[in-house]
């Protein structure tokens, strides 16, 4: 799986939007950009993943560059909640691919 | 209804112990994994299970043995703790299909060795 370079860390305020980068120039045709966030004291959670078109559900948008050298999750409206530590990970799909997690941002939002 | 389940949260044990924690999953997933989180706050992938079939081995030490009587389940037995034990220990699941292959984690088990 392809590595991901990401901000150690980033701070936001509180009902602002919070936009992380992250890097992952080696990424290949089949793999997918996944985002995960983990709360403290808590396991990993799912945001949002894509292949190329730009996605979005209830919790985050996921903008992927057009030679998907890179990626930007959004929050639209950071909250105190999603305090957290936020993983960009790149995979492919087969039953064998794991995740393989990096150090990811830790994003601070602040009242 | 909690879909990865993890028991025990909290497990203190005394070095030279053998511990289980036990994962159960209500998805219908068939791969199930293992993960580790040191005190550094890095995950590293253990082991990972596909049908009850062992598919990925990170050279984890051989106390370490996970065993999967069917695909809803992947138990995780430790022999001999040591203190390097002492980390969080997260399953999650996952299914390859037509939306993708999306990894579901338990709340994890935080294994402190004394």
């Known amino acids: 799986d392809a590595k991901t370079t990401q901000p150690t860390s980033m701070d936001c305020a509180e009902g602002r939007a919070a936009n992380l980068p992250c890097n992952h120039s080696?990424?290949?045709?089949?793999?997918?950009v996944y985002w995960y966030r983990q709360i403290h004291s808590q396991g990993p959670q799912y945001i949002i993943h894509?292949?190329?078109n730009n996605e979005t559900n209830e919790m985050a948008s996921l903008i992927i560059t057009e030679d998907r050298k890179s990626s930007t999750l959004i929050l639209p409206h950071a909250t105190l909640r999603d305090t957290a530590v936020y993983y960009c990970?790149?995979?492919?799909?087969?039953?064998?691919?794991?995740?393989?997690f990096g150090g990811g941002t830790r994003l601070m939002v602040k009242p | 209804d909690t879909a990865v389940s993890q028991t025990p949260k909290y497990l203190v044990t005394q070095m030279g112990n053998d511990k289980s924690i036990k994962c159960e999953q209500n998805?219908?997933?068939?791969?199930m994994y293992w993960y580790k989180q040191d005190s550094k706050k890095f995950l590293k992938i253990m082991f990972s299970?596909?049908?009850?079939?062992?598919?990925i081995n990170e050279t984890v030490p051989n106390r370490f043995s996970p065993k999967s009587p069917d695909k809803a389940h992947l138990n995780l037995h430790i022999n001999s703790l040591e203190l390097g034990d002492s980390a969080v220990y997260f399953c999650?699941?996952?299914?390859?299909?037509?939306?993708?292959?999306?990894?579901?984690f338990g709340e994890g088990s935080w294994l402190t060795v004394v």
């Open positions: 998805l219908g997933h068939d791969t």
């Open positions: 990970i790149v995979r492919g799909h087969n039953a064998g691919n794991m995740l393989t």
């Open positions: 999650a699941s996952s299914q390859v299909g037509v939306g993708g292959n999306t990894i579901y």
């Open positions: 894509g292949l190329k």
């Open positions: 080696t990424i290949s045709g089949n793999e997918y």
């Open positions: 299970y596909n049908n009850k079939e062992l598919i």
